[in-house]
């Protein structure tokens, strides 16, 4: 049996992971039923799977946030606690990840073989590039968007799928949560 790999990201209406300007985590619209989602949906057993972007972006935030920071939200102190997998070709070891392995080669092999070998769920929080490859490879069985009611057009960082191949997109589950973000979960299939 295979594990059911999870593409996790945050995105504003249009598109960005992420923004620049005046924006603050979450786009400042979190609430403390977003943040109890999030812990709940960390809270099961799973191994995380990052790109070295990603993984030198969160341990550059981990490493100079304070313990009142939206980066010390408990969801993130658990997911920083999950086993968890680096896939790069440009970072040595070790890695300051409390159970973090690192893997040299290309993503889609990897994911492939992690899906074959994990006996538990896998997911992937950010990490955009890699993921474009790994939907593009038929490896992301769902992509769990959490979308915030912002548009970022001029600030705008990190755009999702520029440079994604076209998927056709089944939604298998979808809330709100705090009366404005909305959860999608999608089982993607190229199109």
């Given amino acids: 049996m295979t594990a059911t790999y999870t593409f996790d990201v945050f995105s504003s ?7 620049g300007g005046d924006w603050t ?36 935030m981990l ?9 010390r939200d408990p969801w993130v102190t658990r997911m920083t ?3 968890a997998t680096v896939v790069s070709t440009t970072l040595e070891g070790p890695l300051d ?6 893997v040299s080669g290309d993503a889609v092999d ?4 992690l899906k074959e070998e994990s006996e538990v769920p896998l997911r992937s929080h950010g990490s955009l590039s890699m993921n ?15 979308l915030f009611p912002v548009i970022t057009g001029r600030t705008g960082l990190d755009a999702i799928f520029q440079g994604a191949a076209d998927f056709d997109l089944e939604l298998l589950e ?15 299939t190229l199109h």
């Fill in 25 to 60: 985590g979450y786009w400042g619209k979190q609430g403390p039923e977003l943040l109890d989602h999030r812990l709940a949906v960390y809270g099961e057993e799973q191994r995380m799977v990052f790109g070295a972007n990603t993984y030198r972006a969160f341990a550059r």
């Fill in 132 to 146: 474009r490859a790994l939907m593009a490879a038929g490896l992301v069985d769902r992509l769990h968007v959490t």
């Fill in 13 to 19: 209406l249009d598109g960005f992971g992420a923004a």
């Fill in 97 to 102: 990840w409390l159970d973090a392995d690192l």
């Fill in 174 to 188: 979808n809330r709100t949560l705090d009366g404005r973000i909305q959860e999608l979960v999608y089982r993607p």
């Fill in 81 to 83: 606690s999950l086993p």
């Fill in 110 to 113: 990897v994911v492939a073989r």
């Fill in 63 to 71: 490493a100079s946030s304070t313990a009142e920071s939206e980066v």
